[in-house]
């Protein structure tokens, strides 16, 4: 669908398992107003698809723009999407398959949707707004509770014929290490999850090497969240701080196998877990990324903190809907 010529306001939008977030932006990236809901996955998809409309209809209106002056709509979602036919396959977090959401907003709205997937929408966000501005190459790493990876590589997002890439969670760094959710073994997302720091992490407050941490979360995993972590480390608990820094020195050793394949200059960190510990994430993994990667490229790229947080992926959608469009309608006479 061609974009209108005297439009130019934009919607990211970030279709997340819990809550969708919709944010206007000028075609300047000035934010002019936003909207949330829950997204009642539960619900199925027609109405997650209503609720998606409500939400940037609000937006709009928190924004003071009208309809008309709307020029396209950028959507993050996670799962396996056909970014071609604009179709959600697989998206296993919402219980949605086969859900054509591009076709069905397009109607509503009369204007372009562009969708991506929600990790490489966060790069993206990164990469034309916050912490890899303007770089040639960036490579984002979000460790949560599996582990996200995009690359942007000069402007374009490195992806497949019709999937996303990336999927720095299940490269392999431990032979026959645990059990990954994927099936295989060793993976890093196995070794350096949250899941799997908050599990070393429960067995260590069991063994009473963690007494802040069992204070404040007890040993139950999913009361051992980023924010219980960052503080039982803030209060001394040095296991829990050793149990971290072993994490981020794994995801340090999936970097350095990044660096050597696709030389990177920028290496953004994002997510809850690097957010409650910046710094821990940040040295840990550029000192194995350094130590591990081959020495033509050890001081080739930098390792930093997205700067976006929450925002990363409507910022990156409506960014991503932005050039898609304006390439697009460049290319019909
Ligand atoms: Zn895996």
Not at 25 to 31: E, I, M, Q, R
Not at 39 to 44: F, L, P, R, V
Not at 270 to 285: R, S, T, W
Not at 316 to 326: E, F, L, N, P, Y
């Amino acid at each position: 669908m061609a974009a209108k010529s005297n439009a130019d306001y934009w919607v990211g939008f970030d279709l997340g398992a819990t809550k969708m977030l919709a944010m206007v932006y000028s075609s300047s990236f000035d934010f002019c107003g936003k909207a949330k809901k829950k997204t009642k996955a539960y619900e199925g998809s027609k109405s997650g698809l209503n609720r998606i409309s409500s939400a940037i209809f609000a937006a709009l209106d928190k924004a003071g723009i009208k309809r008309d002056n709307l020029a396209g709509i950028g959507i993050g979602i996670p799962g396996l999407l056909d970014l071609e036919k604009g179709i959600v396959v697989d998206a296993p977090n919402l219980g949605w398959k086969k859900v054509r959401i591009r076709d069905s907003l397009e109607k509503k709205f009369g204007v372009p949707v562009v969708i991506i997937n929600d990790v490489d929408a966060g790069v993206y966000g990164e990469y034309s707004m916050g912490a890899a501005k303007n770089a040639r190459s960036v490579v984002g790493v979000f460790p949560g509770t599996g582990i996200g990876g995009g690359c942007i590589y000069e402007g374009k997002i490195l992806r497949g014929k019709r999937n996303s890439c990336l999927e720095i969670g299940h490269i392999q760094v431990m032979p026959g290490g645990p059990l990954c959710g994927c099936g295989q073994r060793g993976c890093l997302e196995a070794v350096a999850s949250r899941l799997s720091i908050s599990a070393e992490a429960a067995k260590a407050a069991y063994r009473s090497d963690a007494p802040h941490l069992i204070e404040i979360a007890g040993t139950d995993l999913s009361n051992i969240r980023s924010g219980a972590l960052a503080a039982s480390i803030n209060a001394g608990d040095k296991a829990i701080e050793m149990i971290v820094r072993e994490a981020a020195a794994w995801i340090g050793v999936g970097v350095a196998n990044i660096v050597n394949l696709l030389a990177p200059d920028v290496i953004v960190l994002g997510g809850g877990l690097v957010e409650a510990m910046p710094d821990i994430f940040q040295e840990a993994v550029e000192h194995t990324a350094r130590q591990r990667a081959m020495a033509a490229f050890e001081n080739s790229f930098k390792v930093t903190v997205a700067k976006l947080g929450d925002d990363a992926t409507v910022a990156g959608a409506a960014a991503w809907a932005m050039k898609t469009v304006t390439e697009q309608n460049k290319g019909t006479p």
